[in-house]
């Protein structure tokens, strides 16, 4: 493994450590951190989703944990964001060869990306960096970063 992919995946699994939760024995005691419900928790993933929207042909997958029972605050919006991160970095591979306009439509998007918690509040200086690069390298034709986040990190999400 290189010393790009060592730096980016690095911080994405950080991430996503902080998107999967506690469970219910890792609960702070009173009047500590907050914790969230798993109500709360969708609650905050379908508020983030509603301020963003998907290409064509994706669709919300939705907040669905697999064991925990209680949340850090974030991880609902962390979690919609990256799903839809991932569907317009899909988006972009899959029009660039084809439909030039949909591949600006999707950099574009991608570009807003950093506007995002999971790129302010969870993703380092290099990460962000790395991000950046990507994204002026797709800007010239490279897929190579873009592909290469995708294949790490998007396994969950689909076109429909």
Request: aromatic share 8%; net charge negative.
């Amino acid at each position: 493994m290189n010393r790009k992919n060592a730096i980016f995946i690095a911080p994405l699994s950080v991430l996503s450590l902080l998107l999967m939760g506690c469970s219910s024995s890792e609960a702070a005691p009173s009047g500590e951190r907050k914790l969230y419900s798993l109500e709360d928790v969708t609650s905050e993933y379908q508020a983030a989703a509603d301020e963003l929207f998907l290409p064509a042909g994706f669709e919300w997958i939705g907040f669905s944990p697999e064991e925990a029972e209680l949340f850090m605050p974030g991880v609902g919006t962390g979690n919609a964001q990256f799903e839809w991160l991932c569907a317009w970095q899909i988006e972009w591979l899959e029009s660039m060869p084809v439909d030039s306009e949909a591949a600006e439509l999707a950099l574009i998007q991608l570009r807003s990306a950093l506007d995002l918690e999971i790129m302010t509040r969870y993703l380092d200086k290099e990460g962000r960096d790395i991000f950046i690069q990507d994204l002026d390298r797709a800007e010239l034709g490279d897929a190579s970063g873009v592909q290469q986040d995708v294949d790490v990190n998007c396994a969950h999400v689909e076109r429909v």
